[in-house]
């Protein structure tokens, strides 16, 4: 399932919490490849606190708390880093990540936490939902076989990778334009995991976001940024980001075509991916902006000129989806809308 489609229901459970209609929800998948990331962001969206697990570091007693004599009878103390309303607000995310990995005596104290949302005299707050994930035991990582009764107690989704929803990831957070022109170019590299033959570094949604780090600190020196690549995402994908960037320097004046200068497009193909990839991060800059529908209809005009239409096609579809609607009102929008059906059914 596509990151984007898993987020909105994650984001349906999160709202039908207090109408008694939310189902804990296990996210599978690969490594890297954005369960947590998305599991955070709903909880960022919507301001609330989220309580991260990690069953795997934990013993039964961390989960259902040490018991202390009261008298004649045994209380059992409540770990603190459960959800509590005063502490932690009446909402929130109660996220137990890399449940797959939990030893069975760990979870098989959850059971009752993620099905009747209790631990003996604990009880989960009414506004809280209750997320977990891990990854496959195909995936080369510490796993179990999750026992049928926890299984029993979630809704199963698989996290697939989707390269134009990282794409709209990548442009929120600000991931450097030459990275993700060069995924658009060479969409292959955005996760390749083979846990047959046992890489070290491997590319994945999460290692490019940590290419983004090596190129901001490696930008003025590329042979440090080449290495620093191969150790994130292993010497093949490495080598070809570095190329990339390095066929940066030959890319025209972006400034002339957001001021709707004529300007000839390169023949070069990975040249076209980095122009898209940049006035994608231009347009959206300029959303906020009092010349946003200059900007945007100057880079539409521009977009009308690919040789490969595909490429115009999807420079406009990131704009449009970070853009939103507000793209269809310019004139500009409907001449290139024109001339692209023109194109493609004449």
């Not at 039908?16 to 929800?25: A, Q």
């Not at 954005?34 to 955070?40: E, N, P, R, T, V």
């Not at 059971?111 to 989960?124: A, E, F, N, S």
């Amino acid at each position: 399932m596509r990151p984007e489609q898993v987020s909105k229901i994650l984001t349906q459970e999160f709202e039908s919490v207090f109408e008694g209609h939310h189902t804990p929800v296990m996210l599978w998948g690969a490594p890297g490849i954005g369960k947590s990331q998305i599991i955070a962001q709903v909880a960022k969206a919507h301001q609330v606190e989220m309580i991260d697990i990690r069953l795997s570091q934990m013993e039964p007693s961390d989960l259902r708390g040490i018991p202390f004599k009261n008298g004649e009878l045994v209380d059992w103390s409540i770990p603190s880093l459960l959800p509590d309303e005063k502490r932690h607000g009446k909402q929130g995310v109660l996220f137990l990540d890399e449940i797959t990995s939990a030893p069975p005596t760990v979870s098989a104290a959850a059971y009752q936490l993620i099905l009747d949302r209790r631990l003996g005299d604990y009880k989960v707050p009414d506004g809280w939902v209750i997320f977990a994930a891990g990854n496959r035991q195909g995936d080369r990582g510490v796993t179990y076989s999750m026992p049928a009764p926890l299984a029993n107690r979630f809704s199963h989704y698989e996290l697939d990778v989707n390269l134009d929803d990282w794409v709209a990831w990548a442009y929120k957070n600000n991931i450097d334009e030459r990275i993700i022109g060069f995924l658009r170019y060479r969409p292959e590299h955005l996760f390749e995991f083979d846990p047959a033959h046992n890489p070290v570094a491997f590319p994945s949604p999460r290692t490019w976001e940590f290419v983004h780090r090596a190129l901001n600190k490696f930008d003025d020196n590329l042979a440090l940024f080449r290495q620093a690549a191969n150790a994130c995402v292993g010497e093949v994908a490495g080598v070809e980001i570095t190329t990339f960037v390095e066929h940066m320097a030959d890319l025209p004046d972006l400034d002339a075509i957001i001021k709707g200068e004529n300007v000839s497009i390169p023949k070069a193909l990975d040249l076209q991916y980095a122009i898209c990839a940049a006035l994608a991060g231009r347009a959206i800059a300029a959303k906020d902006s009092d010349n946003a529908h200059q900007v945007w209809g100057n880079i539409l005009n521009f977009a009308k000129d690919f040789p490969q239409k595909e490429l115009g096609v999807m420079l406009v579809s990131d704009m449009q989806r970070a853009i939103g609607g507000e793209l269809f009102s310019i004139p500009e929008f409907s001449d290139w809308a024109g001339k692209i059906a023109d194109t493609l059914f004449d």
